[in-house]
Structure formats: C-alpha cells, structure tokens
C-alpha cells in the first residue's frame, strides 16, 4: 500500500514545532518578544504564499522483519547501525532501530512504514535578491515539511496502519512525543547513513512528489524528511554514536558497498 498526499501550507501550520524553527535562527533562550516578532513574519510569509505552495507526502506500507541488525522492509533488505555505546552508563544493551522489528527467526510478519515529504521547490528558491526573506522562506520551508510528517504519522498511527485507532492526543502532546512508535529519519542520529534514501526510494518511488537524490543520497529540494515509521510500543530514538572501524566494516559489508565509500556517506 503506498499512499500520496497533499497538504496545503496553512493546514499544517498548527503542527509546526516552532522550537526548532527558533534554534535554527539562534534565538533559543532569547526574550519571547525576539521569538515573537519573527515568528509573526513567517506567519505572514505563509499566509502569503499558501495558495501557490503545498507540501507532498507519500507513505508506504510493508511486510517486514528483523534479521540480526538488517530489517527487511519487503524485499529490500535494509542494514542498520548500532549503538556504540549504552545511552545509560551500567547498560549493557546497545540498540539497534531493527531491535523494533519481529525476528525473522519468529516466523511471524511485522509491519514497517516508510515515507517522504517535501515542500514546493519554489518556497526555497523565492526572494533570492533579499538574504532575510530567503533564510526565513528556508527555514519555514524546513519546519513545513516536518510538519507534514507529524500530520502524516498521525494519520498513519490513528487510520492507515491504524496501530493507535483511538488515539487522542493533542498537537502538543505529539510535539512530546507521546505517541506510541517512533519515525526515525533519514540523515538523524538513529540512521546517520543517507545513502539509505537510495533503498527507501526504491521502495516507494520519491521522484513521484518531486524529490531528486544527489550522489551521496542527500534529497534534492533541500525541505525534504524521509525515513521509516516503527509501531513497537517501547520503540524510542538513540543516538548511534561515531561509529567504530570494526562497525563501519560489518555494515559496509552488509551494503554491499566499498568501506570507503561508505565513509563518505557516515560522517
């Protein structure tokens, strides 16, 4: 099942999570009458380009196991990476994201999602002769396509896959996090390497809501999330660390892929 959806500007500007937004402009700590006044702008700057500018989503549905740190996602065969390091000092456990799929050896299909979004290209490229306006179109444009995820994965949670059908959860509450199942991303701490986009493309097709890959996987326009939906109930993000030299082998062996060209993905 792969699904495509189209979301206006204003209907996913209540899921924006302006924390970020303000971070990005290094006003974190700042007085709120700083955060204020641009957030006041880039409201303005949405209002103004919402009937021009949509954010496209595309979501897709599979049967999938975990085969040691490998999940298989259909018939792609996907290798994760693994803490190098306990999140906790004493922990014994290093996690791995396929630690949230059912084991192969279980004989027993488990479900995973994989999805993509992305904004408009035109909102990037607008007012180029004015830096201001250009960063504050990049940034909005950044916290957009995120917000097309929360609104995705609340849809996906409460209708699609229908995991959490009676989930009642506030928009801030889901800024929290509070849902059940996790939505790592592509390029973020949990999955570093962005040549997966590579195999998540081949799975649901990006360049059906626009989304171009450069050499290294990074997606093309730059206001662009993807990654994989997991529903395990204690599924919860990690930050897999500077991977190790014997890791950076196992894992460029398992991608079939040259070490050294994997060094160029995993920074």
């Not at 006044?37 to 949509?54: F, M, Q, T, W, Y």
Request: proline fraction near 5%; charged fraction near 25%.
């Amino acid at each position: 099942m792969i699904r495509k959806l189209t979301y206006s500007v204003q209907e996913l500007m209540p899921y924006v999570n302006w924390v970020y937004f303000y971070h990005a402009w290094g006003l974190s700590g700042k007085p709120e009458a700083e955060k204020l006044a641009i957030k006041n702008e880039a409201e303005s700057l949405c209002r103004a380009v919402g009937k021009d500018i949509h954010v496209r989503a595309l979501f897709g549905l599979f049967e999938a196991n975990s085969d040691g740190d490998d999940i298989i996602v259909g018939d792609v065969r996907m290798p994760m990476l693994r803490q190098q390091q306990p999140m906790k000092a004493g922990e014994g456990h290093c996690l791995c994201l396929a630690d949230f799929v059912r084991p192969l050896s279980s004989g027993v299909k488990d479900q995973v999602g994989v999805f993509a979004t992305s904004v408009d290209a035109a909102m990037e490229k607008g007012h180029s002769a004015d830096p201001y306006m250009r960063m504050l179109s990049q940034t909005m444009a950044d916290r957009l396509a995120e917000a097309a995820v929360e609104r995705l994965h609340e849809e996906v949670r409460k209708t699609f896959w229908g995991y959490a059908p009676d989930e009642q959860l506030s928009i801030e509450q889901m800024l929290r996090e509070e849902f059940r199942g996790i939505r790592p991303a592509v390029g973020y701490p949990s999955m570093p390497d962005t040549s997966l986009n590579f195999l998540l493309s081949d799975l649901i097709g990006m360049k059906s809501i626009g989304i171009r890959l450069t050499q290294s996987g990074m997606m093309q326009p730059h206001a662009s999330v993807s990654g994989l939906m997991l529903a395990h109930p204690q599924a919860h993000y990690f930050d897999v660390g500077k991977v190790g030299e014997d890791q950076l082998r196992d894992y460029a062996k398992r991608r079939g892929l040259p070490l050294q060209v994997m060094r160029t993905f995993i920074k």
